[in-house]
Nanobody, 117 residues
Framework: QVQLVESGGGLVQPGGSLRLSCAAS????????MGWYRQVPGRQRELVAT???????NYADSVKGRFTIRRDNAKNTVYLQMNSLKPEDTAVYYC???????????WGQGTQVTVSS
């Protein structure tokens, strides 16, 4: 059982930056995919960014060029650097971990990001 704890959310003005952190309870070098998702009330949770086996990264079109996902295996932590934030980025952001063998998925408790002037 992997426990994930997010931090770094908060209130920021449009155009500002935030860095989210996700600390895992075990080594993330053995976790195939680490990712960030977000959800607003009344809508489905959506993918923001993923990092697969520490090499391939994938981003939602809406955040490409503004957000960067980074894994720090030494700290068992995954970061999401968010720049040029927009009001539509407002959501609860969730950290996600996926293992392929055996198949297992884990979620953090979420951290609120609010972009508003």
């Amino acid at each position: 059982q992997v426990q994930l704890v997010e931090s770094g959310g908060g209130l920021v003005q449009p155009g500002g930056s935030l860095r989210l952190s996700c600390a895992a309870s075990e080594s993330i070098s053995g976790i195939n995919v680490m990712g960030w998702y977000r959800q607003v009330p009344g809508r489905q949770r959506e993918l923001v960014a993923t990092s697969t086996n520490g090499r391939a990264t994938n981003y939602a079109d809406s955040v490409k060029g503004r957000f960067t996902i980074r894994r720090d295996n030494a700290k068992n932590t995954v970061y999401l650097q968010m720049n040029s934030l927009k009001p539509e980025d407002t959501a609860v952001y969730y950290c996600n971990a996926r293992k392929f063998i055996p198949t297992s998925v884990y979620w953090g408790q979420g951290t609120q990001v609010t972009v508003s002037s």
